[in-house]
T-cell receptor
Framework: EAQVTQNPRYLITVTGKKLTVTCSQN?????MSWYRQDPGLGLRQIYYSMNVEVTDKGDVPEGYKVSRKEKRNFPLILESPSPNQTSLYFCASSPSRPLYNEQFFGPGTRLTVL | EDQVTQSPEALRLQEGESSSLNCSYT??????LFWYRQDPGKGPEFLFTLYSAGEEKEKERLKATLTKKESFLHITAPKPEDSATYLC????????????FGKGTLLTVNP
């Protein structure tokens, strides 16, 4: 089944404790992206990757890191999480640039930073 | 700064009561506009892409239209299963890879 998977689905952590949220797609998509969704603020793009080893900032990249060493994986790294990073996170992928291709979203990761 | 504004924030309809959702945008040189549907607790699901003013696309009870300033998602004779949050998005920052989403319209259709 073609899908985007995220792990973990739920995570409660404490301020400053480094964490990684994994994202994997099995559709051989070139483009992958991370979003966060907050009440009243909507869905905001954190980082995106056009292909392996090519990444760029979205609208809210502060406090996050990403890497794209393999085509199928695009992990989101929080080096020192803070409470304002408590949010619902979505990973998405598309065959190439999203302008011409629909994005497929993962199921989401709900992160709470205490 | 590129912006996407959706209205209303929430809309409650009776089954069969047609209505429209609005997505207005301020981007320099619109290259496309996307509509997504999001069910509670799930990731957004793609509905439509519109590329130029005057374009229309349909899917079941949904029809999306695009003008130079805004897009409408028309819902004809909605059913309770159409209840969801509807999101629109545009490529932003002059990039084909960066996207800006609106805050969404929460649609509730009562039986």
């Amino acid at each position: 089944e073609a899908q985007v998977t995220q792990n973990p689905r739920y995570l409660i952590t404490v301020t400053g404790k480094k964490l990684t949220v994994t994202c994997s797609q099995n559709m051989n998509h070139e483009y992958m992206s991370w979003y966060r969704q907050d009440p009243g603020l909507g869905l905001r793009q954190i980082y995106y990757s056009m292909n392996v080893e090519v990444t760029d900032k979205g609208d809210v990249p502060e406090g996050y890191k990403v890497s794209r060493k393999e085509k199928r994986n695009f992990p989101l790294i929080l080096e020192s999480p803070s409470p304002n990073q408590t949010s619902l996170y979505f990973c998405a992928s598309s065959p190439s640039r999203p302008l011409y291709n629909e994005q497929f979203f993962g199921p989401g990761t709900r992160l709470t930073v205490l | 700064e590129d912006q996407v504004t959706q209205s209303p924030e929430a809309l409650r309809l009776q089954e069969g009561e047609s209505s429209s959702l609005n997505c207005s945008y301020t981007v320099s040189g619109l290259r496309g506009l996307f509509w997504y549907r999001q069910d509670p607790g799930k990731g957004p699901e793609f509905l439509f892409t519109l590329y130029s003013a005057g374009e229309e696309k349909e899917k079941e009870r949904l029809k999306a239209t695009l003008t130079k300033k805004e897009s409408f998602l028309h819902i004809t004779a909605p059913k309770p299963e159409d209840s969801a949050t509807y999101l629109c998005a545009v490529p932003s920052g002059g990039s084909n890879y960066k996207l800006t989403f609106g805050k969404g319209t929460l649609l509730t259709v009562n039986p």
